[in-house]
């Protein structure tokens, strides 16, 4: 009977542990956006009133936002905004390292993005962690700036990092 038991809870601990290979979707009246069941609706990860959806996982150490930054300022307005997010997010890390190039593409949804990859160290009060961050802006045919940020321990990037990609890469705007 011990046994029997005991071969319950392995299986239950892990099928508690496994989720779905299907993504989840947010949308809402201007956007959708696919991304990891792993990664669960929050509302600290970087609680600013454009931000339209805030996800993590404190348990790998990933993390996902999408923000609506609204009409872009003037003609050069995309890239004011690629250099601000860039240089505000550099500002607020120790160490920062550029992990790639920059990357400018159009996604299969027909939406200008600009990427870019920096990792640093982020300061907590009992300790430091060096964090990967991989950052898409987006400008739709409209003008209008979409955001997304996804960031992860850096030692895990070979984990999750193409989630949170593919994740960004599917932002679609009504």
């Known amino acids: 009977m011990k046994k ?6 392995i ?13 989840e ?16 609706k929050a ?7 454009n931000t339209l959806l805030q996800l993590k996982n404190d348990y790998r150490d990933v993390y996902f936002i ?3 930054h609204g009409m872009k300022p003037g003609e050069q307005g995309f890239e004011l905004m690629c250099d601000s997010i860039f240089g505000q ?4 890390m120790k160490e920062p390292n550029v992990e790639a190039q920059d990357t400018v ?30 950052v898409d802006v987006f ?3 409209n003008g209008h700036i979409y955001q997304t940020a996804g960031w992860l321990l850096r030692h895990k990037r070979d984990l999750w990092l193409k989630d949170l990609q593919k994740s960004a890469y599917s932002l679609k705007v009504k």
């Open 105 to 134: 593409f159009t996604t299969a949804n027909q939406l200008k993005v600009k990427e870019f990859q920096i990792s640093g160290i982020l300061s907590s009060e009992k300790q430091d962690h060096r964090f990967q961050f991989v």
């Open 66 to 68: 999408l923000v609506d």
């Open 43 to 49: 509302d600290d990860v970087y609680p600013e009133k």
């Open 4 to 9: 029997q038991i005991l071969y319950f809870f």
């Open 89 to 92: 997010l550099k500002r607020n």
């Open 25 to 40: 979707v947010f949308s809402d009246k201007n956007v959708s956006i696919e991304y990891p069941s792993y990664l669960f």
């Open 11 to 23: 299986i239950l601990s892990f099928s508690a542990c496994r989720y779905s290979k299907t993504p």
């Open 139 to 141: 400008e739709a045919p």
